[in-house]
């Protein structure tokens, strides 16, 4: 049977040489997740990892089935996720290597599927109610202070807060669009960072988002823009220090049953008019 309390989104460079891991196969009233579950355990905790663009990062970041892999995580038990990701920087000292936990997040995708609560019915005949969750908070407050300790247990230190804005992408920002992002006092640039967040909190998942920055955005330099080969470089050289990070997090999160955050009643008693997995 699978089980899990926690989950990870994020590729094989996180999980690949755990011991046992299981991939497991689930469906979900939205269709396939981006890849398999891959459950493993982490200082006795049960980790699902689902890779975010699927094994082969086949998928782009708009493509991404999104509610299908948060509904996946929680229909294996995971109540808490941390979302791992890539970034541009928008501030020059956020440079390349630099971990950001963001306590905001701006929405700037055109065409995703981020709610549960379309109204449409799902496979088995139910019907989500129209349910409007907070999310003004839009991560875990507990999730995050297990990251920026972990971090800084690791000798990273983190940036504590600031704002990630998502764009649609796959293209990266042009120079007028990276300087307004900066002129906004945001802090970091993504594409995956939204819906995760809202999913999550519409499923009372806890979610922490720890982001990396591989570059600075095209506003907040001089060269030639971002490179996508750079962004590669830069993850694959942080890759290993972002696991401990997050195995240490994974440590440091509370039993599921124990969870006492804002996340645990996003929906504040309303029928979602389905049953949550
Ligand atoms: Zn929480």
């Not at 970041?61 to 299908?68: E, K, M, Q, V």
């Not at 988002?209 to 750079?230: F, I, K, M, R, Y």
Request: with cysteine; glycine share 12%; proline share 7%.
């Amino acid at each position: 049977m699978a089980n899990a309390e926690i989950g990870v989104i994020g590729g094989s460079g996180f999980y690949s040489f755990l011991d046992d891991v299981t991939e497991v196969q689930i469906d979900t009233p939205y269709g396939p997740p981006s890849d398999s579950l891959f459950l493993g355990e982490i200082a006795g905790r049960r980790v699902a990892f689902l890779p975010r663009h699927g094994r082969g990062h086949h998928l782009p970041p708009h493509r991404i089935n999104y509610r299908a892999n948060l509904w996946a995580l929680r229909s294996v038990g995971a109540r808490q996720v941390l979302g791992p990701c890539a970034v541009g920087g928008l501030r020059a000292q956020y440079g390349p290597g630099t971990l950001l936990v963001p306590d905001q997040m701006v929405d700037r995708t055109k065409a995703r599927a981020q709610t549960y609560f379309d109204g449409l019915p799902l496979p088995d005949g139910s019907v989500p109610n129209v349910v409007h969750v907070s999310l003004a908070d839009p991560y875990c407050p507990v999730g995050r202070k297990a990251a920026l300790a972990a971090a800084r247990g690791r000798d990273w230190e983190p940036v504590d807060g600031g704002t990630l804005v998502v764009v649609e992408g796959p293209r990266f920002s042009t120079r007028a669009e990276s300087l307004w992002h900066q002129a906004q006092g945001w802090s970091v640039v993504g594409m995956t960072g939204h819906p995760e967040a809202a999913l999550a909190r519409e499923l009372e998942l806890c979610y922490t988002s720890l982001t990396l920055v591989t570059d600075l955005d095209a506003g907040a330099e001089t060269g030639q823009g971002v490179s996508h080969e750079d962004v590669l470089k830069v993850f694959a050289s942080n890759v290993d220090r972002l696991r401990d990070v997050l195995f240490d997090a994974v440590a440091a999160l509370p039993a599921n049953d124990a969870r006492d955050c804002l996340c645990t009643t996003a929906l504040g008693g309303m029928d979602p008019g389905f049953e949550l997995p």
